[in-house]
């Protein structure tokens, strides 16, 4: 396991080289390109060649979308405590969420005209759920709900399925639990550019949402301008800063709880206050790590993409954070320390805090979505909301009164820009 002790002037090199290794490499960039053109060009032929290609399922473009009596099934089937736990965690989400409707308004502004904003639902959003390594139930409630609370129009899903083009019970369960209809077995790259692009059997969408692995975070990124994408959510990343008065094993299970996603590209970081403390959550890591059901998994990422920093002072854990703007951050430090760190750290995408708030809260039931931004970008994205399906149209209404003291300045501006005609559009009105 690396370990930086923030002290040393090679520290933020170090941490910076660390960080580095979550750019995306060319390989991934160029195969993801090479995919986006296939499906741009052939549509469903190429979409039905990488379903089989990457998931073993072969399927004909009638077999892409799911029937609503399926999702329907589905909850039926599914076990009483799995639903009962889903309809808990979906209460959450909404009256989370529901908070931060944003509202239209209206004013005057300082010449005497209206002006105002006015939110509508983008019309057709898509969103992605993983189901590669494990089938993200909760990113269904996570994503669908907001769209649903935003009233957007049409929501159209994209999960990949098994060899057998199954879909996993509890993913089409929380999709009827939702009342989301339009569901499609198709995940990956071939997904998002299906969404960005359209088929001859898929509509395009205007906007992607969803976490994914660096394959469709890039293939993203590569679609961003074609449609609009709610942020870069890739691999998971988690940051622990502990102190003394830190539960060990607590933070150890939390560190494992993200090191399980297990695609290799994780990145887990742990921030501690002393050598001793490190010491101790890494000889806890160890014990528990033999325990997990997927502990291959979750070694590799440890081995590949785990990093360990000494930082005394509360200064230097909230410069760490800052810099790395960690998707999960979690502060098991004493109240005074959690506090301060509070307002310091600006960037984290979700921030749980004191020993009880595992991460995993937030992943599941809490209420904020667990759609992040990952790879650093933090720093310019936050997490997804129901803001993020809509979109805002400014108002502007002039009258008589207010247009004479409006072409003033619009005539001064014009004159300095040397654009006539602007000037001449406004000062006609007054004449």
């Given at each position: 396991m690396r370990q930086i002790n923030f002290a040393s002037k090679s520290a933020r090199t170090e941490l910076a080289a660390f960080c580095a290794g979550a750019i995306v490499p060319t390989a991934i960039v160029d195969s993801v390109a090479a995919i986006l053109a296939d499906v741009r060009e052939r549509g469903d032929a190429a979409v039905a060649d990488y379903a089989h290609r990457f998931d073993g399922a072969s399927l004909k473009p009638a077999q892409f979308r799911v029937r609503?009596?399926?999702l329907a099934a589905a909850a039926k089937r599914l076990p009483a405590a799995q639903m009962k736990a889903m309809k808990a965690a979906l209460a959450n989400i909404r009256a989370y969420n529901k908070q931060g409707l944003p509202q239209n308004w209206t004013s005057t502004n300082a010449q005497g005209a209206e002006v105002g904003e006015?939110?509508?639902?983008?019309?057709?959003?898509?969103l992605y759920v993983p189901g590669g390594e494990v089938p993200l139930v909760s990113t269904v409630l996570m994503t669908a709900t907001l769209a649903k609370i935003a009233g957007c129009p049409e929501i159209a899903v994209f999960t990949p399925s098994n060899a057998k083009g199954k879909i996993a019970d509890g993913l089409l369960a929380a999709l009827h639990l939702i009342g989301v209809t339009e569901v499609y077995r198709i995940g990956g790259v071939?997904?998002?550019?299906?969404?960005?692009?359209?088929?001859?059997t898929i509509p395009a969408?205007?906007?992607?949402?969803?976490?994914?692995?660096a394959y469709t975070c890039e293939?993203?990124?590569?679609?961003?301008?074609?449609?609009?994408?709610?942020?870069?959510?890739?691999?998971?990343?988690?940051?622990?800063?502990?102190?003394e008065s830190a539960r060990v094993d607590f933070a150890a299970a939390d560190l494992l709880a993200q090191a399980e996603h297990g695609s290799g590209r994780e990145k887990i970081y742990l921030v501690t206050s002393t050598a001793a403390v490190a010491e101790a959550i890494h000889a806890e890591v160890q014990k528990q790590l033999p325990t997990l059901g997927r502990n291959e998994k979750a070694e590799r990422v440890l081995d590949q993409g785990f990093l360990t920093l000494i930082a005394p002072k509360p200064e230097?854990?909230?410069e760490v954070a800052n810099y790395v703007a960690p998707e999960h951050m979690e502060l098991l430090v004493k109240p005074a320390t959690a506090k301060k760190l509070e307002r310091t750290i600006t960037t984290a995408?979700?921030?749980?805090?004191?020993n009880l708030t595992a991460t995993a809260l937030g992943d599941f039931t809490a209420g904020p979505s667990h759609v992040l931004p990952t790879g650093r970008a933090g720093r310019f994205f936050s997490g997804l909301r129901v803001a993020d399906f809509l979109r805002r149209t400014s108002i502007i209404r002039y009258d008589q009164k207010s247009i004479a003291k409006g072409a003033e300045v619009v005539a001064a501006f014009a004159q300095m820009e040397q654009l006539d005609a602007h000037g001449r559009s406004a000062t006609m009105r007054v004449e």
């Open positions: 609503p009596a399926s006015r939110h509508y639902p983008i019309r057709r959003v898509g071939h997904a998002i550019g299906a969404m960005a692009y359209g088929t001859q969408v205007d906007k992607v949402y969803g976490p994914g692995n293939a993203k990124r590569q679609v961003f301008g074609t449609v609009g994408v709610d942020s870069l959510p890739g691999p998971s990343e988690v940051m622990v800063i502990a102190d230097q854990m909230a995408g979700a921030m749980m805090i004191g």
